[in-house]
């Protein structure tokens, strides 16, 4: 029994990523565990930011690559006060309005003291912190860290679909 333990905490403390879940716009949890085995792309989003056109960058990939395994997971945040001001309002715009069809999350915090788990997961194991909206963090299917970009680089750029094409089987 406590080599079962003892194993499931290595995995934890290996791979924490898989520890945290999210609320999703529909109120279901959205947990990384879940996704173990496949590569997922986190992007911190606010429907009201100039660079709100890479969420048609966020679905192409999807549709591209969530075939192959591919999660893209929309990570909705006021931090830099772009965002709406309800889930069903975020909810309208990505799903009816814009059409996406990935998971979202509902409006969550992802920098400073308020800042979801996962995200001060990134700060403090990864130094990685989002600057702006629309930063990505790709997750290998192993829960390794792969990279983090800023929003200048869109979710299609070959840095980031290089990296994606290598975790997939």
């Known amino acids: 029994m406590r080599a079962i333990f003892a ?9 924490p990523v898989y ?6 716009l529909d109120g279901q ?9 496949h590569p997922v792309l ?25 075939p192959r395994g591919l999660v893209v997971l929309a990570v909705p945040s006021d931090d830099f006060r772009q ?23 509902e409006i969550t915090n992802v920098r400073g003291p308020d800042a979801h788990p996962f995200y ?3 700060k403090d194991t990864h130094g990685a912190v989002p600057t702006w909206n629309f930063n990505k963090a790709l997750i290998g299917p192993d829960g ?3 990279g983090f970009w800023g929003s200048g680089t869109r979710p299609n750029a070959r840095a980031i679909t290089r990296q994606i094409r290598a975790a997939l089987p």
């Open 7 to 15: 194993m499931i905490i290595a995995i934890f403390v290996s791979f």
């Open 144 to 146: 390794e860290f792969m």
């Open 19 to 24: 520890a945290f879940q999210f609320k999703g």
């Open 83 to 105: 965002e709406l001001s309800s889930n069903e309002e975020v909810e309208d715009f990505c799903r009816v309005q814009t059409g996406l069809t990935f998971p979202i999350t």
């Open 29 to 37: 949890v959205l947990d990384l565990g879940d996704w173990r085995g």
């Open 120 to 122: 001060r997961w990134l």
């Open 42 to 66: 986190v992007v911190n989003t606010a429907s009201l930011c100039g660079f709100t056109r890479q969420y048609g960058d966020m679905q192409q990939i999807y549709d591209e690559y969530g």
